[in-house]
Structure formats: structure tokens, C-alpha cells
């Protein structure tokens, strides 16, 4: 782990919060000048504490009205196996997110789709079939009533 001081925590606090802040405003939000802001920022990302920039977009809006979650169990646990399933995943952009379980399910996958008919088709012809899967139960969200991303800061 990184170690990070109260301003650097203070400035990955509001870039989590407002990713598209200016520097000059996140300076004085975390009582700096511009110049030893950025290279803290900079510093963050070289250090890989600062992935990315990303908007965070209205699904639904988009067209995306269904999101299921769905818990994957593989045929086999070896490495490659797991590898395997992992980087088939990475290819089908339906799937947000994919973690690997401990216990009886071996990875939860969080997935997006247009409509029932379009996940029922996913499911069928891109998940199920895919390599060393030997069951998949899932789950229709109804609705959300909590989604952050990040982690908490506290002081």
C-alpha cells in the first residue's frame, strides 16, 4: 500500500468525488497552489493510486434497462482454467465487472443488457457456452438504492 498523507487523501477524496474538478479548484479545496497540486496528482497516478477518469453514465438512459448479477461456477479451479474464464470475460463488454468468489461460487459478474430478451440471449449463446463453465444462477436487479465507486475516506 501507498502511504499517503492527509492532503493526498483530501485530494483523492474530491477527484473521487468530482473527477473532472480543474486543478486550480482542487488546489484550494485542499489548501494548495496549483503547482504542488498537479505534481500530488501526477504523483497519485504514476504510483497507480489514480486509475483512470471516467463519467459516470445513466444506463438506463442509454438504453441498458437490465442489470443482472450472475454467479458462475467452472467445471475446474486450476489456474489456467480460472485465467481462461477470466480473460473470455474481458471480451464481452455486457460483462461491467467480474470477481473471483471464495467458496461454492467461483466468480460473480456484474451484467448489462437492453432488454430480457437481449440478456436471454447473452446467456445462452455467450455465457453458458462459454469454456469450463458448469452453471450459472442469476439474478435480475430491481433496483438500486446504493452505487459509489471508490472507497470510503474518512478522517
Known amino acids: 500500500m501507498t502511504t499517503l498523507d492527509g492532503i493526498d487523501r483530501r485530494l483523492l477524496a474530491e477527484l473521487q468525488d468530482e473527477g473532472r474538478v480543474t486543478n486550480v479548484e482542487l ?13 500530488r496528482v501526477r504523483a497519485l497516478e504514476e504510483a497507480g ?30 489456474e489456467e482454467s480460472l ?17 473471483m468468489l471464495n467458496g461454492e461460487i467461483d466468480f460473480i459478474l456484474k451484467i448489462v443488457s437492453k432488454d430480457l430478451q437481449n440478456f436471454q440471449e447473452f446467456l445462452t449463446s455467450k455465457l453458458t457456452p462459454a469454456p469450463n463453465v458448469a452453471s450459472v444462477k442469476t439474478s435480475l436487479t430491481i433496483r438500486t438504492a446504493k452505487q459509489l465507486p471508490g472507497v470510503p475516506f474518512t478522517d
Open 83 to 99: 485465467r481462461q474464464f477470466e480473460d473470455h470475460m474481458r471480451t464481452l463488454p455486457e460483462v461491467r465487472e467480474c470477481h
Open 27 to 39: 488546489a484550494q479545496r485542499v489548501g494548495l497552489t496549483a503547482p504542488p497540486c498537479l505534481r
Open 49 to 78: 493510486v489514480i486509475r483512470g477518469y471516467h463519467a459516470d453514465l445513466d444506463a438506463a438512459k442509454l438504453g441498458f434497462a437490465i442489470t443482472v448479477f450472475a454467479l458462475v461456477s467452472l467445471k475446474s479451479q486450476a
